[in-house]
């Protein structure tokens, strides 16, 4: 294990001199999506778990950048189109696989279904018959399940926030989302977090770069990224405990 970390070391530290000068400056973007990543009301500041962990990230890589925070989709079709840009907090797929350079992984979520009705279980995806879902639009999760159950009943939204509260006042008996923003994000909407109804699938969550990034870029990154472990257990303290 020793051998194995000081070869990782020296990896990082010979890509830190190669070419360090030259780097081209990656745009960085994401989302507000509590508490993954999202603009802190009192500072204005972008903050959040996998935040924290892409700026160390890019500290311990010596990769030039700028952050922009943006609605998921047009951030999602930016970084996809655009040269030297990454998307972080990002689920990556199966149906992603190829669309992006990914760097990580940040760190582990799951998908389920949430409800206010106290009578309702569920066993699986085809115990979902008559029920309304809400998600958010263009995300992995409501993309997946299109996928997997063409035939149930679909809302898609801009955001987690405006899900929940459609679940709130009725509109949707189902909310699809990850555990790990659903209760931040039932704060945010002013409501209770609903119940738990069915866990779904896990994820892991990632940084996608568009295949336009300078491939030393990612090499940097990806040397980088075994020497944040350390770090990622404090950030998640920080923000889950």
Request: glycine share 4%.
């Amino acid at each position: 294990m020793k051998k194995m970390m000081l070869l990782v070391v020296c990896l990082y530290a010979s890509l830190q001199v190669a070419g360090a000068e030259d780097t081209p400056a990656l745009r960085l973007i994401t989302e507000e999506n509590m508490p993954i990543n999202y603009r802190d009301r009192e500072t204005g500041e972008i903050t959040g778990a996998a935040h924290d962990m892409v700026m160390a990230l890019m500290e311990k890589a010596g990769v030039p950048y700028t952050v922009e925070l943006l609605p998921w989709q047009r951030g999602y079709r930016l970084a996809l189109e655009s040269e030297n840009s990454c998307i972080y907090g990002i689920n990556r797929t199966h149906d992603r696989e190829e669309l992006f350079s990914w760097v990580g992984p940040l760190m582990q979520s799951s998908w389920a279904f949430y409800s206010y009705d106290q009578s309702l279980e569920l066993d699986d995806l085809t115990s979902i018959r008559d029920q309304m879902v809400v998600a958010k639009a263009g995300d992995a999760i409501s993309i997946a399940l299109r996928a997997a159950r063409p035939d149930i009943s679909l809302i898609t939204v801009e955001t987690d926030v405006m899900a929940v509260r459609l679940l709130a006042h009725g509109r949707a008996q189902l909310w699809l989302t990850g555990i790990v923003n659903a209760p931040r994000n039932a704060e945010e909407a002013g409501v209770d977090l609903p119940d738990r109804k069915l866990l779904w699938r896990k994820s892991v969550i990632y940084m996608g770069c568009s295949k336009k990034t300078d491939p030393k870029v990612i090499e940097r990154l990806k040397a980088a990224m075994p020497l944040l472990e350390d770090q990622r257990a404090q950030v998640l303290k920080r923000y889950w405990d």
